[in-house]
């Protein structure tokens, strides 16, 4: 069983920072990669950002100079800054990781339960 835990989510005004962390625990060989999706009311979910284990990370382009994804990987934990928040932010922000269960068999995607990220102009 693995579990991907979410905090930080809240209410912040326009131009603020708000820093979410997502922590993976249970039973697994290792976390390949991890990430941070949105889904804005009446939208699509989006990709925000990722991040390998080698730390090579992914923006997409309306949060990059904004954004910045990093992670420790002694706790497989997943950290998201955000500065210079805008109303258009605004979304529920899901935690994603890639993690390895069983050897020699596929990776499975794992996801959070969402926290709130409110940013009011």
């Known amino acids: 069983q693995v579990q991907l835990v979410e905090s930080g989510g809240g209410l912040v005004q326009a131009g603020g920072s708000l820093r979410l962390s997502c922590a993976a625990s249970?039973?697994?060989?290792?976390?390949?990669?991890m990430g941070w999706y949105r889904q804005a009311p009446g939208k699509q979910r989006e990709l925000v950002a990722t991040?390998?284990?080698?730390?090579?990370?992914n923006y997409a382009d309306s949060v990059k100079g904004r954004f910045t994804i990093s992670s420790d990987n002694t706790k497989n934990t997943v950290y998201l800054q955000m500065n210079s928040l805008k109303p258009e932010d605004t979304a529920v922000y899901y935690c994603?990781?890639?993690?390895?269960?069983?050897?020699?068999?596929?990776?499975?995607?794992?996801w959070g339960q969402g926290t709130p990220v409110t940013v009011s102009s």
């Open positions: 249970g039973s697994f060989l290792s976390v390949v990669n």
């Open positions: 991040i390998t284990r080698g730390g090579i990370s």
């Open positions: 994603n990781g890639r993690i390895a269960q069983y050897v020699s068999r596929p990776e499975n995607d794992f």
